[in-house]
């Protein structure tokens, strides 16, 4: 946290020397509720159906495979739909505000921790049926997208991963995976209801939710969004490359290790913000963003609208990570220069969202003990 804030009082230090315009003029309501409406609407809500109906996907294919546990095909299918769901989630869960946070709905969904021991534990020493029911009834660290991601893939291979369902307690353990699948996609739709306009409607409240202050929708998106960027730099690529262990790559901290799926993950983390910043929806459809904005506002990097610099740099990110091309977790050894140069951009990134982009919009940041370092 406390690195966090130094960075933000530096930059604060330089914004004059970035910003040709260091007291821009606040965004009209219009501008704000276009950007509110087009977000709400054509970006936040099709992508909670797009989790949705994956999280649909997925289950369908537990169930499958569930009656079959010795087809290879079937767990390979599994095994798509699973990194289907979970970028679909990490393209969505930028907007885990109002009602899903306040009901606590994503730790059940996509929890930081995973308790292997316990999943394990889960699946053996009950004496209850294992359903959605009990499902329910357990803790975020032994359920959701992690837990499932644990139950499909092995280091071991596929071979390994049938025969702990065709082997002793195959049954409980096929049962536990199908009851994961059922209640995340019980979960997802949840989600979607809490958001649509036929169901919750808090798309309505988000729209309605004007202004740039902590408590609007602006306010608080603009915030998410900072976590998001920090989540991605610390925790995605700095941690796991050793930037809290003197340089010592820690291979073990990647995002979703098992599936090896860390870097399709945090580009669809990445592609979540770029869809809030300029407005663009699931379809590839252009609306407005917080980059229309930025550019009502008049702001400007040099001689160079703030906007369009930012965007540059999202493509500048997107670049180095697909010069990756290992999994993460083997890249922080083996390509550690390319990984070292992507976390390089995505600090990049952070600090122009962090001060230019927060300093423009008007809006207070905020920290928390669990902003990251």
Known sequence: MFKKIFYFLFAAAIIVACSSKDSPDPSSTSDRVAMLTNLGNNVIVPSFEAFSTSSQSLAKAASDYAADTKNETK???LQTAWIGTATAWKTASLFTQGPIENDFLSSGIYFTTTNYTGIEKAITQTATTIDNAYIESLGATLKGIPAIEYMLFSASGNTAVIGGYTGANGAQRIAYLKALALNLQNQAATVATKWKADGGNYVKTFIAADGNDINSSL???????IDLIYTIKDERIGAPLGKRTNGTPQPDLV??????????LMKAELQSLENAFTGKSLNGSDGSGIDDILDAAGAKSGDVLL???????FAVVKAKLDLITVPLGTGLTTQQAAVSAAYDEVKRLQVMMEVDMINNLGVLLTFSDNDGD
């Open 75 to 77: 767990l390979t299918a």
């Open 307 to 313: 906007s369009k610099r930012i965007k540059d740099q």
């Open 219 to 225: 306010g608080i998106l603009s915030n998410k969004m």
């Open 255 to 264: 995002d979703a290790k098992f599936s090896k799926a860390s870097l399709t």
